[in-house]
């Protein structure tokens, strides 16, 4: 174990020693203080508006008001889903795509597994590394997020929402983890680095963008009648087509769950603590299933492959 | 004394760029990583046109069904077709082209460079009879017309699919229109062909240039629109906060009077996108955004004129550093 942990901690330290991770990590921490600011001016804005058109109605002698919007103060918050999807996952990517390449490529392969190092060792402190790099950046963010919430938005959270988020980062993590597991799974089998980053790019693409599209494809849409105006308005409804699809991307689980844990989706402000649970647990259970998965197969082809020391 | 010579006869300007164009997409189909990635985009836009298509057939088959019913009575006062706007089945298409598309162009972009780097190859065309502004023209027009051909056989496809699964023939300004949103498509994909065109040239750590492709990307084709999503105040409920309230267009507007900076920030951030440029303008093409079906195609371009030059400036900017790039590079030959 002394081993994998002296690997881990060398990951751990050239990953900020690299210039792209970051730029990509500032671009993260940057965006998720952004969202706040901006999640804050929106909700800010949407109740303005609200207020405004209640007053003016009342004074028409409305019999029927609009309900407000529903705003919690985790809302604000929501855009840091997006963020993680997208940077999050690439920044995963960026931690393994290298991860063995570089180690073939510069011979120190060969030269740590001459040493007393075991080859699951090795690719266990490497995985260790970025996975404490990746929670080390969460942990920052859930620290600059309170630390806003409180600063911009003007809200201080109650234990409950502080546990939503812990809990909401803990599916960030799951999340990165499936990608960072795709990348450095890749990077056993390939010699070279730019084709499992592009690779790794395509799944990504297909997780976050494809499958959702395409099970958007397969939703229908019910008319609303609005009560005020008696518009009718088109609401998307998911069919169960359309949500078998979305069960094949690992990026529309942490959407979903996303949306419920930050109170962004609708009604997920009125969900109890006890569904809210099972919902995170079959979440947390789907996000993990792909890393346990790619991070076997890592084991099994890395322990018996040979040619690493042959090359 | 005679004294021979022996000179290699600098080949014909447009010859060496037409062979390197040749060899360009030749290579294209030997990299299994773009076969893949153009595969899935033809396959997903593909189902995406034929599902549309299917749509639109039923309803032609439902309103001739109505047609017959009511001739069958001895009816005369025969409703119009319905409006179907057939084109707009290519609205998936658009979706799927502003991701995969774009990331298909990276590769191209980046293989273009890299696998010559990777070869030793760019040395050796160098050493030849070949201007080095000889070789990027041709790597640009082989991968320009790789893209052009594989975006005219889906606009192909999708008249085909409309005309025998539809079963509706496009009008000249339909057509027009269609033609016109793969050629934006051409362009946003050019777009992102010279983006890691111009990273790779730049960059001489194949790695890194990649890399710095991707975030590039990511801020313009993501960061910026979603930026824009969270800031549009109608944009956060399902069906519309604005409808919600009860309020219509004019409503609408006058609500947002207020907000007029805040809508100015909102707008500014998304005219950095380039996939937002390309929505915009093929959304408005194909008749899917409200207020541009009674405009002609040359009306639409018209008052989409932003949105064209939004996606030609990047072009013409990323064309021409890598131009200026290449040729003042002197390392290659060291």
Do not use: C
């Amino acid at each position: 174990m002394k081993a994998a942990m002296t690997i881990a901690r060398k990951e751990f330290q050239a990953a900020f020693r690299s210039q792209i991770f970051l730029t990509i990590t500032i671009l993260f921490l940057g965006l998720s203080i952004l969202s706040v600011y901006i999640g804050s001016t929106t909700k800010q804005a949407e109740m303005r508006i609200y207020d405004e058109t209640v007053t003016t109605l009342q004074a028409q002698g409305a019999a029927v008001l609009p309900a407000a919007p529903e705003i919690h103060t985790l809302t604000i918050l929501a855009n840091l889903i997006e963020y993680v999807s997208i940077v999050g996952a690439i920044l995963a990517v960026i931690l393994g795509y290298n991860t063995l390449i570089e180690e073939k490529e510069s011979g120190g392969l060969k030269l740590i597994l001459s040493r007393p190092v075991y080859r699951d060792q090795l690719l266990l402190g490497k995985l260790l590394g970025n996975s404490a790099v990746i929670a080390l950046l969460l942990g920052i963010v859930f620290v600059f997020n309170l630390v806003l919430l409180v600063l911009v938005g003007g809200i201080l959270p109650t234990m409950g929402e502080v546990a939503r988020l812990l809990a909401f980062l803990g599916m960030a993590f799951s999340y990165m983890l499936i990608f960072l597991s795709l990348a450095t799974f890749l990077s056993i089998h390939m010699k070279d680095s730019a084709t499992v980053f592009l690779i790794a790019l395509v799944f990504w693409t297909m997780s976050t963008f494809v499958i959702p599209q395409m099970a958007d494809t397969f939703m229908v849409n019910s008319s609303v009648i609005n009560g005020i105006s008696g518009a009718v308005n088109q609401l998307p409804q998911e069919t169960a087509f359309s949500r078998a699809v979305n069960y094949l991307s690992p990026t529309w689980y942490l959407r979903d769950i996303g949306g419920q844990l930050l109170q962004s989706a609708p009604g997920s402000g009125g969900l109890s603590a006890g569904t809210l649970a099972a919902h995170s647990l079959t979440a947390l259970l789907a996000l993990l299933a792909p890393s346990a998965a790619l991070i076997a197969a890592g084991f099994a082809s890395f322990l018996r492959n040979e040619t690493l020391v042959l090359e | 004394m005679t004294i021979y010579t022996n000179t290699i006869p600098a080949p014909k300007r447009g010859h060496a760029v037409w062979v390197i164009a040749k060899k360009e997409i030749s290579d294209a189909f030997r990299n299994r990583l773009f076969l893949v990635a153009m595969v899935m985009l033809l396959a997903l836009s593909l189902i995406a046109i034929g599902l549309g298509s299917v749509t639109v057939g039923q309803k032609m088959v439902e309103y001739n069904q109505s047609v017959k019913i009511l001739t069958d009575l001895g009816r005369t006062d025969i409703p119009p077709a319905p409006d179907l706007n057939p084109i707009a089945v290519s609205k998936n298409f658009i979706n799927y082209l502003a991701m995969v598309g774009a990331l298909l162009a990276m590769i191209l972009g980046f293989t273009s460079i890299q696998k010559e780097r990777q070869a030793g190859t760019l040395r050796l065309i160098l050493s030849r009879p070949v201007f080095r502004d000889q070789l990027l023209s041709g790597k640009v027009l082989g991968n320009a017309l790789l893209m052009g051909v594989l975006l005219a056989a889906v606009g192909l496809t999708t008249v085909l699919a409309i005309g025998i699964v539809g079963k509706v023939a496009l009008t000249g300004d339909q057509a027009a229109r269609l033609a016109l949103t793969i050629l934006m498509s051409w362009l946003y994909m050019l777009t992102f062909f010279l983006l890691a065109l111009f990273f790779s040239l730049r960059v001489p750590k194949g790695n890194q240039a990649l890399l710095l492709t991707v975030i590039v990307w990511l801020v313009a084709a993501f960061i910026f629109p979603q930026i824009g999503d969270t800031m549009d105040l109608d944009n956060q409920l399902p069906g519309g906060f604005f409808a919600a309230l009860g309020m219509d267009k004019n409503g609408e507007q006058q609500a947002l009077q207020q907000f007029k900076w805040y809508e100015t920030v909102r707008d500014g951030v998304e005219e950095l996108s380039p996939t937002k440029h390309y929505e915009r303008i093929s959304f408005a093409l194909l008749g899917i955004k409200q207020g541009f079906e009674q405009n002609t195609w040359l009306e639409v371009l018209r008052l989409k004129a932003v949105n064209l030059v939004g996606l030609i400036v990047p072009v013409v900017l990323l064309l021409s550093g890598s131009y200026a790039v290449f040729l003042r590079e002197e390392t290659y030959q060291v």
